[in-house]
């Protein structure tokens, strides 16, 4: 059976999606693994009805429990940057939020592990990635800032929110030559990506400005 919703018809349409990625290469995204995934993945199922219209603009969009859907270009972005300089086979995404970045990055790599701390916002985006069928990707609900130990070394680590200092926790689960993109700080934030060269050797590239919602510690039922 088609299913109609998940196609998308109009502003919800490939066509739309096709027009977004247009969008994304003329802000230097190159990475061509990573629009064809943009072109691939509907974003409008990860958006609340009422504003499913607007999916395919490049803005952030609220999901309740005052969180976001990342701007498209910025998981884009975050996506280009985690796959250069690969493979990553095995990737910790911290804040799944929607799962939209997580859909995104189940076509890109073998396997996914990605944790959310708001317990709700967490089953709405399972519903939505087993839809998508992406079995390759596993959700747990805990405080991110942690990790997911039993599951490291990890190839690449992707943040979608903001934490003041780089968590050390994150650094040590990090596979050699794996790197971690995060975006840094208060109210001026910068996207990094830090490679881990050796045991305990990293080097740090700082990117961009960026907006995130803040990496918060804890958990909610
Ligand atoms: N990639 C998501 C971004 C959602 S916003 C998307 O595009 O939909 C960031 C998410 O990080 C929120 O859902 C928030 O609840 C979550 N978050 C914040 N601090 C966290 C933490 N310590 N551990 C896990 N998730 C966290």
Not at 20 to 41: C, H, M, W
Not at 122 to 141: D, F, T
Not at 202 to 219: A, C, H, I, Q
Request: aromatic share 4%.
């Amino acid at each position: 059976m088609i299913d109609r919703d998940l196609q998308g018809i109009g502003m919800t349409s490939r066509r739309t999606r096709e027009r977004l990625v247009q969008r994304l290469r003329d802000q230097g995204v190159a990475d061509e693994r990573v629009l064809n995934a943009v072109i691939d993945t509907p974003r409008h199922i990860f958006i609340d009805e009422a504003l499913s219209h607007r999916a395919y603009e490049d803005t952030a969009l609220p999901i309740s429990y005052n969180q976001t859907i990342s701007q498209p270009y910025i998981v884009a972005r975050m996506t280009e940057l985690l796959l250069e300089g690969g493979p990553r086979n095995k990737v910790l995404e911290v804040g799944t939020g929607s799962g939209y970045q997580t859909a995104i990055l189940g076509l890109l790599v073998d396997q996914v592990f990605s944790v959310e701390r708001i317990r709700p916002l967490q089953e709405k985006a399972r519903k939505r990635l087993q839809r998508l069928k992406l079995h390759n990707v596993m959700l747990r609900h805990t405080d991110g800032g942690m990790g997911w130990p039993d599951k490291a070394p990890f190839d690449g680590i992707l943040v979608t929110a903001a934490p003041r200092e780089v968590p050390q926790e994150l650094l040590s689960q990090l596979a050699i030559g794996g790197c971690l993109v995060i975006p840094v700080g208060d109210e001026e934030q910068a996207l990094k990506r830090i490679t881990r060269t050796a045991d305990d050797e990293y080097t740090t590239e700082v990117m961009e400005k960026v907006r995130f919602v803040p990496l918060l510690s804890g958990t909610v039922r």
